[in-house]
């Protein structure tokens, strides 16, 4: 069983490369059984989508 | 003379993305915008230099990358960018978990987030994280989710490898996801 430490590099990693076979299944057997790295896996999604919205939302603020 | 007013016309497109990253790496917003200046001058006397095989933005944050090392050596100020050192060297994550690999403090679950899309004060908080990363953590963040770069254009533009590459990005994203946990999800900054 990996640790919720090992998870977090495979949740960083899935943002960057596809992961292994072997990767995602001890991944998703560790996300069934732990709600604080799901909740991480959600909350790094997130965090890429703000920094999508970075330079976007400076713009529009000097605008108004 | 088409083709050029075309890629002038693209650099433009550019620009909020160059402002951004200069910005938040040289954390001084006047002397970005000299340098981001400079990088289009560069650019549109260099056009023929662009190959196409990056993309034009990876391309100009080529160019944008110089000029800050230019800055910085002309403020007399070298900044260390060993990432290879970096990604070794002693772990920046050993303060958020424990020896047996838990978290040292649970993740907390963060109510509608995506209302924090639409606020000022969040990207603020946003920024002020990005800038408490160490040096090549937070240019690797920034070249991969601000300038879209590939983890193969990160690892070259910064000398290392590409284990080296995911090991500075997963730095990077989780103490953003602790700082935006404690200065804004969980305190009362957010209404």
Known sequence: ML???????????QLDRR??????????????????CGRVEAQLRF???????????RRDAKRS | MAAPRVVAADLEEHRSYLLKFAALQLRQKEVAEDVVQ???LSALKGMDGFSGRSSVRTWL?????NKIADHHRKAGREVSMDALAEADGE???????RKNGHYVDMPQAWRNPEESLADQRFYDVLEACVGRLSAAAGRAFLL?????????????????????????LHR??????????????ASGRRK
Do not use: Y
């Open chain 2, 144 to 168: 991969r989710e601000l300038m879209g770069f590939s983890v193969e254009e990160i690892c070259k533009e910064l000398r290392v490898s590409t284990t080296n590459c995911h090991v500075l």
């Open chain 2, 38 to 40: 400079e990088v289009f």
């Open chain 1, 47 to 57: 965090l890429r989508e703000a920094m999508c919205g970075l330079p976007k939302q």
């Open chain 1, 19 to 36: 992961l292994s076979l072997k990767e995602r299944i001890g991944l998703r057997l560790h996300l069934a059984m732990c709600r604080a």
């Open chain 2, 91 to 97: 772990d920046a994550l050993d303060a958020l978990f």
């Open chain 2, 172 to 185: 990077a994203r989780l103490r953003l996801r602790a700082c935006l946990e404690e200065r804004w999800f």
């Open chain 2, 61 to 65: 944050t080529s160019i944008l990358l």
């Open chain 1, 3 to 13: 640790s919720c430490r090992e998870v977090s590099a495979l949740l960083s990693d």
